[in-house]
């Protein structure tokens, strides 16, 4: 009757629906998960206005001067603004280095898990729904990987496509070459959980209604089985982008990631490794404490989700 009279109730926003969510509701329960977030959301802020608060763009020839190389930070006597964290051997603003390092890691670490989160969420629609052949070959691909640490199948990348291209690398091709070696690591979680969730929803009402009416496999997969899938995928996401960003940071640390033209955390922590036992430690210490608080409030974040998506610890 009420809605004879006032007609159809006015369509709710997407904001005010995750508002009444059960989701939400666990975030504000959780005051871990809530600093998570906020450390996560200060540092990808950080690293999204570097040009703008960084007191110099740390490389920028025309801007650094070897006179003020190797400043410690501005609490000790011999501290200069504006080097609020001290300076390296080249007169670098450590600051503003891990402001510029922080954008380049989780971009690396961004464009990583979309490319890993592709590939194994296709390769885990396939194999679910298919079954047979394909199943098969694919999950047995994923076995032989999973034999295999990440490091180790990033660096085989790494180093194949270096020998390959040789002198023609340059920093776009090496960051490209990061994300995909990533990819090649991580798509297995993906294609395994998808796998599972796709063999379920497959023998659900839905997905016959949709054969019977002439929908073909591509259609039935990305508009009706793949939205019911993606729960799973989020948690994996998120916890990933951690390992995609200590990977990222391992493959620049050995020398084998990103080059010193385009330093990430990890190329600051090996450069400043070099420094440490100089007393000049706050060259690597500032990086590794960011590339640190960075990693563990995303993986506070990932496990909160894990939890608050699990239907048995509702």
Request: hydrophobic share 55%.
């Amino acid at each position: 009757m009420t809605d004879l009279l006032h007609g159809p109730a006015p369509t709710r926003s997407a904001l005010a629906r995750f508002r009444d969510s059960d989701l939400y509701a666990s975030f504000r329960r959780s005051k871990l998960a809530m600093g998570a977030f906020a450390v996560t959301l200060l540092l990808f802020g950080l690293a999204l206005a570097a040009p703008l608060i960084s007191p110099q763009n740390p490389y920028d020839p025309a801007q650094l001067e070897l006179m003020n190389s190797s400043l410690p930070p501005l609490w000790y006597p011999e501290g200069q603004a504006p080097f609020l964290l001290g300076t390296d051997d080249q007169g670098r603003d450590v600051l503003s280095a891990v402001f510029y390092g922080l954008r380049l890691s989780l971009v690396v670490g961004l464009l990583g898990v979309i490319a890993s989160g592709f590939l194994g969420i296709l390769l885990g629609l396939l194999a679910g729904y298919f079954g047979g052949f394909v199943d098969t070959l694919i999950m047995r691909v994923a076995d032989v990987q999973l034999t295999f640490p990440a490091i180790l199948i990033a660096l085989v990348v790494d180093g194949v496509a270096k020998a390959a291209l040789g002198s023609q690398m340059d920093t776009t091709a090496a960051i490209w070459l990061i994300v995909v070696s990533i990819g090649l690591s991580f798509w297995v979680q993906y294609a395994r959980t998808v796998r599972s969730s796709v063999m379920v929803e497959k023998n659900k009402d839905y997905v016959q209604a949709g054969r019977l009416i002439g929908l073909s496999s591509p259609v039935i997969l990305v508009r009706h089985v793949l939205p019911n899938v993606l729960g799973p995928v989020f948690v994996i996401a998120t916890i990933n982008l951690a390992l995609a960003i200590i990977t990222e940071a391992t493959l620049s640390f050995l020398g084998t990631g990103l080059p010193d033209s385009m330093p990430s955390l990890g190329t600051l922590i090996r450069t400043g490794n070099r420094f440490l036992f100089s007393g000049e430690w706050w060259i690597v210490a500032f990086p590794g404490l960011a590339l640190a608080g960075l990693v563990l409030a995303i993986n506070l974040l990932g496990d909160w989700l894990r939890d608050a998506l699990n239907p048995k610890l509702q």
